[in-house]
Structure formats: C-alpha cells, structure tokens
C-alpha cells in the first residue's frame, strides 16, 4: 500500500503473521495505524494491537526480548490495560490486553466492534470499521483522537 511509509510497512510485515499465530482471541489495530490504513490521511508513529489479556500475555512471553520494560503509558487515569510496549525495526508495537477506558465515573472495555480486514501485501489486518473507529476516537476524547476521527468522518463523507 502506498500510504504506508517503510517503517510501518516492516513493522506490521514483521508482526502481523505472528499475531495470527499467537493470538487465540480476536484481534485488531487502533489508533493511528488502523486509521491509515482505512485511508485516512494521517501519520503511524507506533502501532497499537488490541488483544484479550491471554494473548497478551503470550506476546509478552514471545517478543521479551524486543520488550521496552521501562515505558509507562500515558494516560493511566483514562485508559488501563495489560500493557507492554516493543521496539521492532521500523516503528514500535504497543500491545493493550483487555483495554479499558475510564468514562462515566466507572472502568469499562473497550469494545472495536466489527472489523474489516485490510490487505497489505497479501496479509489480512484486522481493524475497527470506519463507524467503529470513529466511536473509539470520540469516546477516548483526546485532541489526537478528535482529529482522527474527523478524518475518518471525511472518509466516510460525514461532517466532522
């Protein structure tokens, strides 16, 4: 795909096979790198992998030694997962097992809703629909997700 820069294509050419290997549950990508690759005109800085936490923890156990131990994730009052972030060539890998969002005064999962899969280079990558997405974005609330999720509504032909 050629929205894709270098780096993100190797990153994901190098972990997407073995999250169909690993992963028993459902898995996707969010943020920035499931948006990009829906065509929305935006950047990739790392890619985020939602996961149930079993299959996180098995990534723990097989990507140990790409493990960044000292990260700390922003955001800890807002968002809490079975965390661990590693550093691949071309772009990190953020692996968020049973993520929850803080909203209405209690922890709740956050759900993607219903996949797509993308193809890259004859790899399926699974992530949130557009509509899906756009729900994600609006109800973490940050700047950045406000603004990808108005590049997903111009995808869609929706006023942001």
Not at 34 to 59: F, H
Request: charged fraction near 20%; proline fraction near 9%.
């Amino acid at each position: 795909m050629s929205h894709l820069s270098p780096a993100l294509y190797a990153t994901l050419a190098e972990i997407v096979p073995e999250l169909h290997v690993h992963c028993v549950d459902p898995w996707c990508l969010i943020g920035s790198a499931a948006a990009l690759l829906l065509g929305a005109q935006t950047s990739a800085a790392d890619v985020d992998v939602l996961t149930s936490r079993a299959d996180a923890e098995v990534l723990m156990a097989h990507w140990a030694q790409w493990r960044e131990p000292a990260f700390t994730p922003p955001d800890a009052d807002r968002f809490r997962s079975y965390f661990a972030r590693f550093r691949f060539p071309g772009a990190p890998v953020e692996v968020m097992g049973a993520l929850e969002l803080h909203a209405d005064d209690r922890w709740q999962p956050v759900l993607p809703g219903k996949l797509v899969l993308v193809g890259v280079n004859g790899l399926a990558v699974p992530v949130p629909s557009a509509k899906d997405q756009i729900r994600l974005c609006e109800s973490f609330g940050r700047p950045k997700d406000l603004q990808r999720a108005a590049l997903l509504k111009q995808l869609s032909g929706e006023r942001p």
